[in-house]
């Protein structure tokens, strides 16, 4: 163990620790409890069968078997304590440095004593400040009230969008890479049947809307194809934080929703300001429960991104998008694809749709081919995955899978791969300019209502993005967040530690 000591230092020196000892009675305590949590979540998350990279990582870390992460007296060997009541000192919050650094290392490459130096430090910061009134206001006014009468279930609401259940642990004090279940948990099933006409009442659909797509499509072939639309999750109770959880698809495709939703879709005067409401029409047609939901909609992957300097990727979403134009998001969407179901097993769809939607819409990688060199060192880019919740977009009447995507390269590093990936003539689609923020933008917006960000291309070039909707002011470049992104924010906030 002696032979990484140069590593262990460069984690926290004896001098922070003796500080925050100083500082904080219960300092000690604090890094205790982080380990411990981590701890748990590492043997909560020990894969079972099969998932051999996972498993991988363990033996890395010199856990070959779950028995070796349940072996006290194993770990306390590793880390090089030679004694139970160096332990015993550790676990109470009175050991000294040399045995807290030798124990925060105990777990990596798994978990780096780093994380669980943050994870402790976060948790030390009482989250006592007060939020500015818009995020409150704006988390409280449910579009469509009405959407919730006769559905049992719990649906917390953030506006635009009703949480209808959340994976997992989610919260400031616990490990980033620990919120949320790992994307296997999560089971895609497809069974070739068609979200038809006796799913939902064929009035929605506006005919002369699907006569126009028709007609685009003869001069532009591939504008139509296939979507899904979730018709079922299994269990169907929120009361599983921690297990397995199934979600069953129907098909249907593009010209159906859009020409459904020209009938229930709000008319807006400019980006965020409704003009006409048509949430009572969506209420008569749409519910919380997917199995009693009757519009045909698009099944969506809603993904925040962070890169290793803890920035954040959002998008100013173009003008030609068909949801959402114009709008903040944090930081993607992506619909389910037939390419994500076909020939894939249950439990690895909603990864590979997370590779997807990095490849396509993030790096400029979307061209390239399964097995190919360049694809599979892009996807190394990908540190780990997590999967959040599962929401309802009253004003789209869709559902969508809420993840965080934690990147292994900085912000600028970044910036440089995506240009190399367009000059060498690789695919990605076009959502809107990329902009960034960091956790200190964050904690502001919190505050404040306001999120600065920096644009990618031209790093003095500046916008904003609100909540509040009599400060949306596009000639000033102050403008709306996309439907869902305050709940993917507070969400951010609450993996970074700022809210």
């Not at 179901?341 to 690895?348: E, F, I, R, S, Y």
């Amino acid at each position: 163990m002696d032979k990484d000591s140069g590593n262990r230092a460069a984690v926290f020196s004896r001098q922070e620790f003796n500080e925050g000892t100083k500082k904080h009675s219960d300092f000690r305590k604090y890094l205790t409890n982080a380990w411990i949590k981590s701890h748990e979540k590492l043997k909560e998350d020990y894969p079972i069968r099969g998932k051999e990279d996972l498993k991988a990582r363990y033996k890395k870390a010199e856990f070959n078997t779950l028995k070796d992460l349940n072996d006290i007296e194993y770990i306390w060997d590793k880390a090089g304590l030679k004694s139970k009541q160096r332990y015993s000192e550790f676990i109470n919050g009175k050991a000294g440095y040399d045995t807290y650094l030798r124990m925060l290392c105990v777990f990596e490459p798994l978990v780096s004593a780093k994380q669980i130096w943050d994870l402790a430090m976060t948790a030390m910061v009482p989250n006592s400040a007060e939020y500015h009134e818009s995020i409150d206001e704006s988390i409280d006014e449910l579009v469509g009230t009405a959407i919730l009468e006769g559905y049992s279930g719990r649906a917390d609401g953030y506006g635009a969008v009703l949480q209808l259940r959340q994976f997992g642990k989610i919260g400031r004090d616990i490990l980033p890479s620990h919120q949320g279940i790992p994307p296997e948990y999560i089971r895609l099933e497809f069974q070739d049947v068609r979200f038809g006409k006796q799913d939902y009442d064929p009035c929605i659909l506006n005919k002369d809307k699907l006569a126009e797509l028709e007609e685009g499509e003869r001069n532009h072939k591939g504008a139509n194809g296939d979507k899904f639309c979730l018709v079922r999750v299994e269990p169907n109770d929120v009361s599983d934080a921690g297990s397995k959880v199934s979600l069953k698809l129907k098909k249907t495709d593009h010209f159906t929703i859009l020409s459904c939703l020209e009938s229930l879709r709000d008319t807006e005067s400019e980006p965020g300001i409704v003009e006409i409401s048509r949430a009572d029409q969506r209420a008569e047609h749409a519910n919380l429960d997917p199995e009693q939901h009757r519009v045909p909609h698009a099944f969506c992957l809603h993904y925040i991104l962070r890169f290793d300097d803890e920035s954040f990727l959002v998008f100013h979403r173009d003008k030609r998008m068909q949801y959402d134009p114009l709008k903040v998001s944090l930081s993607g969407e992506e619909q389910l694809h037939p390419a994500d179901l076909d020939g894939v097993p249950h439990d690895q769809r909603v990864q590979g749709w997370i590779n997807r939607a990095f490849l396509e819409e993030v790096i400029g990688g979307g061209a390239l081919e399964k097995g190919t060199k360049r694809r599979d060192e892009l996807l190394q880019y990908i540190e780990w995955a997590r999967c959040l919740s599962l929401v309802y977009e009253e004003r789209s009447c869709g559902f969508a899978l809420t993840c965080f995507i934690q990147l292994n390269i900085t912000r600028a590093a970044y910036v440089e791969e995506y240009r190399i990936n367009l000059r060498g003539g690789n695919h990605t689609d076009w959502e809107g300019s990329r902009y960034s923020f960091d956790k200190n933008d964050l904690r502001n917006f919190f505050h404040t209502g306001h999120l600065a960000l920096t644009s990618f291309s031209t790093p003095e070039r500046k916008i904003t993005a609100t909540s509040i909707k009599e400060e949306i002011d596009p000639t000033q470049n102050i403008w709306p967040l996309h439907n869902s992104s305050l709940h993917r924010l507070i969400l951010a906030g609450l993996i970074a530690g700022v809210y």
